[in-house]
Each structure stands twice: as structure tokens, then as C-alpha cells.
């Protein structure tokens, strides 16, 4: 039988050369056969750098064993086998550590310490700038920090840490660090969130977490939105602007559903777009109407439509799949105002206006907290808006401090719920995310109960299926955010009322559409002044307007209660 042929291989080669100079040196040096193994690790593979690592360990000594030990331990810890990282560990003497492995064993201990739940021990060992490693490994970095911080209840330094490793996440990654930064903002109280924000340098990536969380509770921002070169929206083949900030486009399309199921919808956008359009006496840009047919790949086929022919603005699509088709493209030559909320935010140098349901939950939960209310009650319909906006509404109020004593979902038609209010106990509030006449069939449930004369906030949809002031004197005192066009009136639009008497599609429910539309010309020929505002925001008639550094448009309502049945405006909605 032949004898095996010995092969040596470049690997084995590596590790031979790198043993004769390790074995008398004290040098932390690093070899072709370490830097394989760590390539191997950053490809996912940290069992196999893991092993390599661990052998080339056992054959030196000194600072190069150490280096080698610490790589093996951090590549064992990736692999899921935190045991044998930790006996490694132990044999690391890490003041013979430096560079990259030096960054990546303080974030090994880091991580190890924050399952012991020692946080201090994170904030200690997680000092330097891990700016020379991987960006995976930098994002892991800041948000290590971040939970030890958090732990320590400093919750604005935490969405510090993780606003800087929300720059290094994207994808779900990026959203659900997103939604954490505004859960740690939502728990501090006015006074922290504007003096700590108003500290942020430019450019700090917090900052812009932290203007948003202001707006929404009504606060003045210290100083406009950080936009870097990337997200500014392109205004340069625009004419210079007006003393007032006006500056629309010199050709613009706006993509609608003008057939399919939206089409109706679409038509009422269309016409209140219209109405701010031939409002304007000052220069107007040229517009083309392209209909999306309601679907993302007619949303597709218009954008290109739209770009051919030589536009350089764009406002649309309206539905939220049109909406997603178009943002997840991986270019989009000619900036857009989109009609809707994406799953993502907007890519850089585009923006989003939108009436989501879950913008209504967030309104009312701040309307409440700025009232004092803190144990409430949420009876909301089984439909969509009905479950967006209480599911935005609970997690909101709860972040701020404040507790759902209950959940009660109804029917279009409400069942005899007096048994569940009564379970609910006392509260100091109650939340009505449901259409009017869902409203009025539960009003008589809730004066049985004991509850007719507590706090009482709707959303948008109370006004839906009223019209009857003797049947909807059953909702009076429910404060509810409406638009500003229909509760005070707007300069540059006739009255509501006298509009929706001459034009179908500004009448009922279609009235907001209608509102939306005028605000999205609005906020077209004013992008540049929305941008760069700190003060009151852009009057609209949907309410008042702002444009957060990630390109979303914020908007705050008008508000109204209804009295003697009939909707009245509350001033400020204070």
C-alpha cells in the first residue's frame, strides 16, 4: 500500500514561519496564518477561524499567544460556545493586546458582561473609538454600550449609542433600533429632552431622533434638522426662492390613482392639489397628472413616465405598496414627495407625507399626557385604522409613562361590553379609536358604567357616520384631531362646507383627502423653508407641518370636540 504524499499547504507553511519568529519575539505581531483565520471569521465562518486560531495558540508563547488566544476566544463566542470563549479568556493577558484584536476582545467581555447583567463592566472595557472594525462589529459596539447605559437609567446617552450604531444597521436591524431610540426619547421629560438636545453638536446623529420627538410633543427645535449633502432634497434647476420661503418646481408630475379601486381617493387629492395650484398667483411649475392605476407596478411605469419626460419633481404615489415599490428601488434619479408611509423610511433626498392611522394613535397619546392623564382606557374598532392607531396609541402612552388599564375591541356594530368597563376599573382617561356611530352606540354603555364624565379622546374616524346633530349630541366632549381646513379654516381656501357643496370630491370623509392634497402642493413649493425651519412649522390645512431630517412630514392637527352635536374647534387643543 503506498504511504500518504505529505502535502504542506500555504496555510501550514504560514504557521511554521509565524511559530519560528512568535517563539522569540514578545512583539504583538500578526501573521499571513492569524490574518486567515480572521477572514474566515468575518465570512461567517467562526468555528472554523476558532480551531485554526486555538492551534496556532498552542504553538507560541508570549504576546503572540495572547493574540492569538483573545481571536480564538472572540471567534468561539461568535460560533455560540461562550463556555470555551470564557476559558480562553482566562489566559489572555490583555495589556499584550493591540489593534483590532484588542477591540474586538473588549467587545467580547463587553457582551459577556452584559448577560452576567454587570453593565458597569461594559462602560469600562467599551472606551475607545471602534471605528477599525467591521461595520457589523461597530454597530454591536455602541449598542452594547447603549443597554449597559440604559441599565444604568441614563436613557439619552442610550439613544446616543444607538443612534451611532443606527448609521452602521439597516433593513429590520435599522427600524427596530429606530423604534427603541424613540422608546428611551419618549420616557424623558420635556425639560431633559430640550436641554440635552439643544447640547448635541452638529452632525451628532441623535439629533434628529430627538427634534422629532420634540415636534410631536409640541416643543421648539434649538436649531433646524442635520441633512447631510446626500439627503438634501435637489432644488438646483429651481428659480431662487420668494422672501416667504416660496420656491416650487419648474416641472412637476404627480402620479394618483385616477382608475382602479383608489381612484376615488385619487381624485380628491387630485383636486385639492388643484385648488393650491390655481390659488397661487406667483410662479407655477407645469404639472402632469399620470394615474398609478392603484398598484405598485402602475406606480412603477408612471415614476419612469414621469422622469422621461424631463420632470425634476415629483409628488406620489398614494398607496403604501406603491409607495414601497418605489423606495425600494436602488435609484431614483428625480426626488419625490411620496403620498404615504413606506415600511422604510424615505431614501436619502426624498420625503413622505402621509394621514396614517398611526399618526392618530401618537396624537392622542400625547394630547392625554399633556393633560395629565395617565391610566386609560382604549376601546378601539376591529378594523385596520381602528387596530393601527391603539396599537400606536398604547405603545406611545406606555413609553411615556403612562398605563392602558384595558383593551376592548368592537364590532361595526358594538356588543353590550358594560361587564368589560367595569372590569377595567378606574381610569382617568379613555381612548375611543372608532368611527362615530360605533361612538354613539357605545356613549350610553359608558354613562352606566361611571365613565361618561372622564377625559375622552378619538381619533380622525369619530367623524365618520355623523352628520345628525340630534342623533351626535351623544359625542359630545370627545375631543378629536381633525384638520385645520374643516374645524377653523385655512388662508387661500374657501370654507369647507361651501366647497363641499359645489365639488363631490371635497364632501363627507373625502373633505381630508381633499386637505391632504392642498397641504402637498403646500409643502412642494415650500420644501426648502420646511427644511430648514426651526419656528412654527409650514400652516397647512391638515395642520401644522414640519419636515424631519429623515425626510417624513409631521404634522400638527387641529383639534375639535363635538358640542350640542355638532364639531367646534378647541383653540390650540389645549
Request: a positive charge; proline letters at 6%.
Amino acid at each position: 500500500m503506498n504511504k500518504p504524499v505529505a502535502r504542506i499547504s500555504a496555510l501550514s507553511l504560514s504557521m511554521l514561519l509565524f511559530v519560528g519568529c512568535a517563539t522569540t519575539s514578545v512583539a504583538p505581531t500578526s501573521s499571513p496564518a492569524q490574518q486567515a483565520a480572521i477572514t474566515l471569521l468575518e465570512q461567517g465562518k467562526p468555528r472554523e477561524a476558532a480551531q485554526q486560531l486555538e492551534a496556532q495558540a498552542a504553538l507560541v508563547r508570549g504576546a503572540g499567544k495572547s493574540l492569538l488566544l483573545a481571536d480564538a476566544a472572540f471567534a468561539w463566542h461568535e460560533a455560540g460556545d461562550s463556555a470555551r470563549a470564557r476559558m480562553l479568556m482566562a489566559q489572555v493577558q490583555p495589556r499584550q493586546l493591540s489593534g483590532a484584536t484588542r477591540l474586538r476582545f473588549n467587545l467580547l467581555q463587553a457582551e459577556l458582561a452584559l448577560s452576567d447583567k454587570q453593565p458597569a463592566n461594559v462602560l469600562q472595557v467599551l472606551t475607545e473609538n471602534p471605528g477599525t472594525l467591521p461595520a457589523p462589529l461597530q454597530a454591536r459596539w455602541y449598542l452594547a454600550r447603549a443597554q449597559a447605559l440604559e441599565t444604568t437609567g441614563d436613557a439619552f446617552s442610550a439613544a446616543a449609542e444607538r443612534a451611532r450604531a443606527g448609521t452602521l444597521l439597516s433593513g429590520s436591524e435599522r427600524n427596530d433600533n429606530q423604534r427603541a431610540i424613540t422608546r428611551l426619547l419618549a420616557g424623558l421629560n420635556d425639560a431633559t429632552l430640550s436641554s440635552r438636545a439643544a447640547a448635541l453638536p452638529v452632525g451628532d446623529p441623535l439629533y434628529n431622533h430627538a427634534g422629532r420627538a420634540m415636534i410631536g410633543r409640541g416643543l421648539p427645535l434649538p436649531r433646524p434638522f442635520d441633512r447631510d449633502t446626500a439627503a438634501q432634497l435637489d432644488t438646483s434647476k429651481r428659480p431662487a426662492a420668494d422672501a416667504d420661503g416660496y420656491r416650487p418646481p419648474v416641472k412637476m408630475a404627480v402620479l394618483l390613482p385616477l382608475s382602479g379601486n383608489l381612484a376615488a381617493a385619487g381624485a380628491s387629492v387630485r383636486d385639492g392639489l388643484l385648488a393650491g395650484y390655481y390659488g397661487e398667483s406667483r410662479r407655477r411649475p407645469s404639472i402632469d397628472f399620470i394615474d398609478t392605476k392603484g398598484n405598485a407596478s402602475g406606480a412603477g411605469a408612471a415614476y419612469d413616465k414621469a422622469v422621461a419626460s424631463g420632470v425634476d419633481f415629483i409628488v406620489g404615489p398614494l398607496g403604501r405598496d406603491e409607495v414601497d415599490a418605489l423606495f425600494h428601488r436602488s435609484e431614483l434619479p428625480v426626488p419625490l414627495l411620496a403620498l404615504n408611509r413606506g415600511k422604510d423610511a424615505p431614501p436619502p433626498g426624498n420625503a413622505a407625507f402621509s394621514l396614517a392611522p398611526e399618526d392618530d394613535g401618537l396624537m392622542a397619546a400625547e394630547y392625554l399626557l399633556s393633560r395629565e392623564r395617565r391610566n386609560v382606557l382604549v376601546i378601539a374598532s376591529n378594523d385596520d385604522a381602528g387596530r393601527r392607531s391603539s396599537n400606536a396609541f398604547k405603545e406611545r402612552f406606555s413609553e411615556r409613562g403612562g398605563k392602558v388599564a384595558a383593551t376592548i375591541s368592537v364590532s361595526e356594530a358594538p356588543a353590550d361590553i358594560t361587564a368589560q368597563l367595569r372590569q377595567a376599573g378606574s381610569v382617568d382617561a379613555i381612548l375611543l379609536a372608532v368611527k362615530g356611530n360605533q361612538a354613539r352606540a357605545l356613549a350610553p354603555q359608558l354613562a352606566l358604567a361611571g365613565l361618561s364624565a372622564v377625559s375622552r379622546v378619538g381619533t380622525s374616524q369619530l367623524t365618520a357616520g355623523t352628520g345628525k346633530a340630534e342623533e351626535d349630541a351623544a359625542l359630545d366632549g370627545i375631543a378629536f384631531p381633525t384638520d385645520a381646513w374643516s374645524s377653523r379654516g385655512v388662508a387661500g381656501l374657501p370654507a369647507a362646507a361651501a366647497v363641499a357643496t359645489t365639488l363631490p370630491t371635497a364632501r363627507g370623509g373625502a373633505g381630508r383627502l381633499f386637505a391632504f392634497g392642498y397641504d402637498a402642493w403646500k409643502i412642494t413649493a415650500y420644501m426648502e423653508k420646511l427644511a430648514t425651519s426651526t419656528g412654527g412649522g409650514l400652516s397647512g390645512a391638515t395642520g401644522t407641518l414640519h419636515l424631519d431630517g429623515f425626510g417624513n412630514v409631521l404634522r400638527t392637527p387641529a383639534w375639535s370636540t363635538f358640542s350640542a352635536g355638532r364639531p367646534v374647534a378647541i383653540g390650540d387643543g389645549r
